[in-house]
């Protein structure tokens, strides 16, 4: 009889979730909001109501192998949640204990950047690679490193948070970390969106963006307009690719990867930010590492990337 595993990738914003076979079928999917929840008991009552529909769909609980969790700040040693300064539960979280408790199957849970990682290895643009860097632009930056074929969790379970490596030395705040010019301050959607109110702040220049409350600007509102050809948000753009090579070019340096593979919302953009992103890098690596490292689009569908890499947890 098959059996079946169940993926669950947990954002800042919202959550995600399916039933994958063995082949990485994701069969049946679905989203819920994360923040929303102030209370992790309601998120996981809610999350169990909406997969218990999809299981009875496969033919119930005793056909799923267990539930694998991509969360940021995740510890697959411990399966806690640790501090996370985008979701609303703050402190140490049992989360796969909560969550193995409730649905009375195992429960595997990793870094949400992590999982992303590993379903790109097993079924994206990193199949057959040795040596990748995952970096996932959404909410946050989240990043999984893959060197020698294998995943680096480090010490305790924390390796790669590059999105938290200070890249402007006392530059913009973080508003989950107080920590000061951290690279997920500037290339996340968030930061985009920061970067855009403090270039309209800082001048009277046109823009489209000025039909929109500033303090409600996001990402999307810049893209939009940058694809009409805003200067304003094209200029975002520019200084989001900059930073952001920057920092790649630290990591490539880092860990010689045969390719640095970009995932999220932010990667919708296209050349408005993957233009300056390369020439960036290129122009901040030495000599030997020079245009030899692929930037890479994840061939995944972004639904679905995190919640195959939390699902192949399971199958290890």
């Known amino acids: 009889m098959e059996s079946y595993v169940v993926g669950v990738d947990i954002g800042g914003t919202g959550t995600k979730f399916g039933i994958v076979d063995k082949d990485?079928?994701?069969?049946?999917?679905?989203?819920?909001?994360?923040?929303k929840h102030l209370q992790v008991n309601t998120f996981i009552d809610e999350l169990h109501v909406h997969l218990s529909v999809m299981i009875e769909k496969v033919g119930g609980f005793g056909r799923i192998k267990?539930?694998?969790i991509g969360a940021p700040n995740g510890n697959i040693y411990s399966g806690t949640i640790e501090y996370a300064p985008n979701l609303p539960w703050k402190g140490i979280i049992?989360?796969?204990?909560?969550?193995?408790?409730?649905?009375?199957?195992?429960?595997?849970?990793?870094?949400?950047?992590?999982?992303?990682?590993?379903?790109?290895?097993?079924?994206?643009?990193?199949?057959?690679?040795?040596?990748?860097?995952?970096?996932?632009?959404?909410?946050?930056?989240?990043?999984?490193?893959?060197?020698?074929?294998?995943?680096?969790?480090?010490?305790?379970?924390?390796a790669g948070e590059l999105g938290h490596t200070v890249i402007i030395p006392n530059g913009r705040k973080h508003s989950g970390t107080d920590q000061l010019g951290s690279l997920e301050s500037y290339?996340?959607?968030?930061?985009?969106?920061?970067?855009?109110?403090?270039?309209?702040?800082q001048s009277d220049r046109p823009s489209l963006l000025r039909t929109t409350n500033i303090d409600e600007i996001t990402s999307k509102d810049v893209y939009e307009a940058a694809i009409k050809g805003d200067e304003v948000?094209?200029?975002?753009?520019?200084?989001?690719?900059?930073i952001l090579g920057i920092a790649l070019a630290n990591f490539v340096m880092f860990s010689n990867p045969e390719s640095i593979i970009l995932f999220g919302g932010l990667t919708r953009a296209g050349d408005l930010i993957l233009k300056p992103t390369r020439e960036s890098m290129e122009s901040n690596l030495i000599e030997i590492f020079q245009n030899k490292v692929k930037i890479l689009i994840s061939h995944l569908k972004e639904s679905d990337a995190a919640i195959l890499g939390a699902s192949a947890l399971m199958w290890e």
């Open 24 to 35: 990485g079928n994701v069969l049946f999917s679905s989203e819920m909001s994360t923040k």
């Open 66 to 68: 267990g539930i694998g």
């Open 94 to 158: 049992p989360f796969a204990k909560m969550v193995q408790d409730k649905f009375k199957v195992p429960v595997k849970l990793t870094n949400d950047a992590n999982a992303a990682a590993v379903g790109e290895m097993m079924y994206g643009a990193a199949k057959g690679m040795k040596d990748f860097i995952m970096i996932t632009l959404g909410t946050g930056v989240g990043s999984g490193i893959v060197a020698n074929g294998q995943l680096i969790y480090g010490h305790d379970g924390f």
């Open 187 to 201: 290339t996340s959607a968030t930061g985009v969106a920061e970067t855009a109110k403090e270039l309209l702040s």
């Open 233 to 242: 948000a094209k200029e975002v753009f520019e200084f989001t690719g900059k």
